[in-house]
């Protein structure tokens, strides 16, 4: 088996190149800076191929890169909170799954660029919830993340402004948020899998983009206190940015001499 082989039949080799290309700028994003990943890789990705394929391919790769951190995370993490939030999440994935699956992919396209441009307008905002905890907003909290992991995902941003502006320390609030993904991203695969989504084309595509996906997010690592986090962050977000206007059905359109 080489490694042409892995590639889905309906992606030439430049369109893979591609998304390795873009797998290892957003795994750098997310190992220097903890955010970043989907909202860089979904827009770009999604503009070369099928979203459906790179939202599959993302999950896949992202929930083994995160898995190591699950096991420290249960150990800190605020379980019970996490917990409500989770429930929120268990209705939102499907939900955000199932359009996914009924959408065309020039609307998709459309609705992941207007979620990473809002998403990210939330990011350079810094703004964080600081009123009272409430069941049911930590639900609807759980549920809106759940629903842009289901459909995009690009679940993190509400779960951020939300934890990480509660009174509790960054240990607990890290450890829930990387928990709530773990549970979030398994209802993902659940859901994936049974719509169809996870197909065998992805997971052996997913073998090839992983590792690079994965060095990304080593790099990044390494680069994390030799460079000004201020700086770096400034480059993220930029290249969020950028992603959104290059990915955006439009120029895409406009490409394809649509």
């Avoid at 080799?13 to 290892?24: G, K, P």
């Avoid at 939030?85 to 992941?112: H, Q, S």
């Amino acid at each position: 088996m080489t490694s042409f082989s892995l590639i889905p039949s309906d992606i030439s080799t430049s369109i893979a190149l591609a998304i390795c290309a873009i797998a290892f700028v957003s795994g750098t994003a997310r190992g220097f800076s903890g955010f970043g990943s989907a909202l860089i890789f979904m827009p770009l990705a999604s503009s070369v191929a099928a979203p459906r394929l790179v939202a599959a391919l993302l999950l896949v790769i992202d929930f083994i890169a995160a898995t190591p951190l699950l096991p420290n995370a249960w150990t800190h993490a605020d379980r019970k909170a996490t917990a409500v939030m989770v429930a929120g999440a268990l209705v939102g994935v499907p939900i955000g799954t199932y359009f996914l699956t009924v959408l065309e992919p020039v609307t998709t396209r459309w609705i992941i660029s207007c979620f990473v441009a809002a998403l990210l307008a939330l990011l350079l905002s810094g703004w964080r919830y600081h009123g009272k905890e409430h069941v049911a907003l930590s639900v609807g909290v759980g549920g809106l993340s759940g629903f842009c992991s289901g459909l995009a995902q690009t679940g993190g941003p509400p779960i951020v402004a939300y934890w990480l502006g509660r009174p509790i320390s960054s240990v607990i609030s890290r450890a829930n948020i990387v928990l709530f993904f773990g549970a979030s991203d398994f209802f993902s695969l659940v859901s994936y899998w049974f719509t169809g989504l996870i197909t065998i084309e992805s997971v052996k595509f997913s073998l090839i983009v992983g590792p690079i996906y994965g060095v990304g997010v080593w790099f990044g690592a390494a680069l994390f206190g030799k460079a000004s986090e201020k700086v770096f962050r400034a480059i993220c977000y930029a290249l969020i940015a950028a992603a959104v206007i290059v990915g955006l059905p439009a120029l895409d359109g406009i490409l394809r001499g649509g």
